[in-house]
């Protein structure tokens, strides 16, 4: 069975540039996540798909960043402008329905300059 | 409001058995699980205890549970270097099925 895929695994923008970010989670898994994870730290939540519905955003900086899962598969997360703050490993993770078990991508990380 | 926390780093000899420990908040979880994440990688789901149990051993792996003291622990069997990397923890809550991670532990084995 096929992971989760994301890409591109590296992008570097400086600050003010738009940035995107692609993922396709394990086939059948209805749910999807977007995590930021700074250096240092933990994944912290950024958005919760529930097929092609938000269920959670609101650790989402929607000012900037915007996230969308059409057709309830692939996802793409962006952020524009970007911030030097927004530096960080983008993860996506994705977990079948009915179970908290979630399965991680490999990243995207993300150096703004 | 919910709360991991883990210690930052640890060390121990190959061979050794290592013993990561983390303790949480929300005594609503249902699940908790370890994760380990190597170099410029993802995270990788090594095991998970349903909140009722005390106990699971999979392999060198043996997760505790304290739900008392809400306190869980990884110990990792015969440490090898291939083992040298970061362990989260994280909890999930019951209705958001959402995880809360910790900080991670990175885990060094000297030869």
């Known amino acids: 069975e096929a992971g989760v895929a994301q890409s591109p695994r590296y992008k570097i923008i400086e600050k003010r540039q738009s940035v995107a970010f692609w993922c396709n989670p394990i086939?059948?898994?209805?749910?999807l996540y977007w995590y930021q994870q700074i250096l240092g730290q933990g994944p912290k939540l950024l958005i919760q798909?529930?097929?092609?519905?938000?269920?959670?955003d609101s650790q989402l900086p929607k000012d900037r960043f915007s996230a969308e899962r059409l057709k309830g598969v692939d996802s793409t997360l962006k952020i524009q402008p970007a911030k030097l703050e927004d530096s960080a490993v983008y993860l996506c993770?994705?977990?079948?329905?009915?179970?908290?078990?979630?399965?991680f991508g490999p990243g995207t990380r993300l150096t703004v300059l | 409001g919910e709360d991991v926390e883990q210690s930052l780093f640890l060390s121990v000899r190959e061979g050794d058995s290592s013993v990561i420990n983390c303790t949480y908040t929300?005594?609503?979880?249902?699940?908790l699980y370890w994760y380990k994440q190597e170099p410029g990688a993802g995270l990788q789901l090594l095991t998970y205890?349903?909140?009722?149990?005390d106990m699971k051993q999979d392999q060198r792996l043996t997760v505790l549970l304290n739900k008392k003291d809400k306190h869980l622990s990884l110990r990792i069997a015969d440490t090898q270097t291939g083992d040298s990397a970061i362990y989260f923890c994280?909890?999930?809550?019951?209705?958001?099925?959402?995880?809360?991670f910790g900080s991670g532990t990175q885990l060094t084995v000297l030869p």
């Open positions: 798909f529930q097929n092609n519905g938000v269920v959670d």
């Open positions: 086939s059948g898994h209805a749910t």
């Open positions: 994280a909890e999930s809550t019951r209705s958001a099925r959402q995880l809360t």
């Open positions: 993770a994705s977990s079948p329905t009915g179970t908290d078990t979630q399965y």
């Open positions: 929300d005594s609503s979880s249902t699940y």
């Open positions: 205890i349903f909140s009722n149990m």
